[in-house]
């Protein structure tokens, strides 16, 4: 966990109608509480721990040398060493900065939402890794294309153990499934750099790719049950970029493959170095509220279950429609993102450190969009930003 304090004081000289609206509690990126002797202590916001204190010396007659001193300790596990820096840039101007979540997220929620960016992190570094180096892999096992694509449409079969994962989850409870599926996906991932035939390997990804699409859906799943309503969407967006960032770390390791035929092997074996410091941050991750609330068997009244079930088609309709989506986008998507480092290998020549600058370059100013696109859904709505026409095609882009 991040335990430093960090500490932020201001002087500024204000007359008695500022000095007033100083000593007013806050209610912006935290909420306050009025403890006395101008001490304020938090109310509500994503702290373990938060003062602020006043300290007035008057100069003359409605002029006033004030001293504000804060005093906070972020809940926010590993990623708190850049959002204390925003913070202490925010805290003075007593307004919502342009980068917090629309509602307030309070003590726990924040830690949750770290924790479990933390995890997704290591998701999609282990989402990437079969991408990034089923070539290599290819060539040094002497396969062709055709061999990559029976192995990556195989590896698709593991969609089968992510929905084991997701039942169990629901029967025994979303935390210590997800840890569990997060170890396990982890070994099977370095089990792959073992492998003695190209077989091998995708039999090694069935199960980890399996594990780790569980795994990220589950992560999704707390992070909705967990967070305010109003910002939901952003912590999906944050997840995202959370990702993304492993996904990112997989391509700065790729240029280990240049060094040696068989180099590809390592990167199978890099997400056992963060696993140690990962299980110690997780031991900080609580079994999700709206999962516990639910796990009481609460006898409905008629009346109720009727009315659930006249609101069953419209559900189906909607789930059916946004798999539906999914389904025609990724038919697309999934091969073209599966066979591009192939693509750029062997018809463009380029190297292992090629293929990572490519994707930087490509990749990154994609992370501004999916954090605005966050946003945008929690302040305008989920439908609004589905009806964004990618490069004004008919095709449509949900964030």
């Not at 966990?1 to 935290?30: Q, S």
């Not at 944050?238 to 240029?255: C, K, Q, R, T």
């Not at 088609?313 to 591009?340: C, D, E, H, T, Y």
């Amino acid at each position: 966990m991040f335990k430093r304090d960090k500490y932020l004081k201001i002087t500024k000289t204000l007359d008695d109608e500022g000095l007033a609206a100083l000593r007013e509690p806050r209610n912006d990126l935290v909420a306050e509480k009025f403890v006395g002797e101008d001490k304020y202590e938090l109310l509500h916001g994503p702290f373990s721990k938060y003062e602020r204190h006043i300290s007035v010396r008057n100069e003359s007659e409605g002029v006033n040398r004030v001293v504000e001193s804060f005093s906070w300790r972020l809940s926010i596990p590993f990623w708190g060493i850049f959002f204390s820096f925003l913070i202490g840039k925010a805290l003075p101007k007593r307004s919502k900065p342009w980068w917090s979540p629309p509602d307030r997220l309070d003590e726990r929620s924040a830690r949750i939402l770290g924790i479990l960016a933390c995890i997704q992190v290591i998701d999609g570094y282990l989402g990437s890794v079969i991408s990034q180096t089923i070539t290599f892999a290819a060539d040094e096992f002497d396969h062709s294309s055709s061999a990559q694509g029976i192995t990556l449409a195989v590896i698709r079969v593991g969609i089968l153990i992510s929905l084991g994962v997701l039942v169990i989850a629901d029967k025994k409870g979303r935390r210590n499934v997800l840890l569990l599926t997060l170890v396990l996906a982890v070994l099977a991932t370095a089990l792959g750099s073992v492998s003695p035939n190209f077989w091998f390997l995708g039999s090694t990804q069935l199960v980890a790719r399996g594990l780790t699409t569980g795994m990220g859906i589950l992560i999704g799943v707390i992070a909705a049950e967990e967070l305010p309503k109003g910002s939901r969407a952003y912590g999906v967006s944050m997840l995202s970029l959370s990702a993304a960032l492993g996904a990112g770390i997989s391509v700065w390791v790729l240029p280990i493959a240049d060094l040696n035929q068989k180099g590809w092997r390592v990167v199978y074996l890099v997400p056992l170095l963060f696993l140690p410091a990962l299980m110690r941050i997780s031991k900080n991750l609580p079994e999700s509220l709206r999962y516990k609330a639910n796990s009481i068997i609460v006898q409905p009244e008629i009346s109720n279950v009727k009315s659930r079930r006249g609101k069953e088609p419209f559900i189906n309709k909607r789930l059916l429609l946004l798999a539906g989506v999914g389904f025609l986008v990724l038919i697309f998507a999934a091969p073209a993102s599966q066979f591009q480092n192939d693509f750029l290998r062997e018809h463009r020549g380029y190297s292992a450190s090629g293929i990572t600058a490519y994707w930087l370059l490509t990749s990154t100013p994609a992370g501004i969009a999916i954090f605005l696109a966050g946003r945008f859904a929690d302040t305008h709505g989920r439908k609004k930003n589905c009806n964004i026409r990618a490069f004004r095609r008919d095709s449509i882009y949900c964030s």
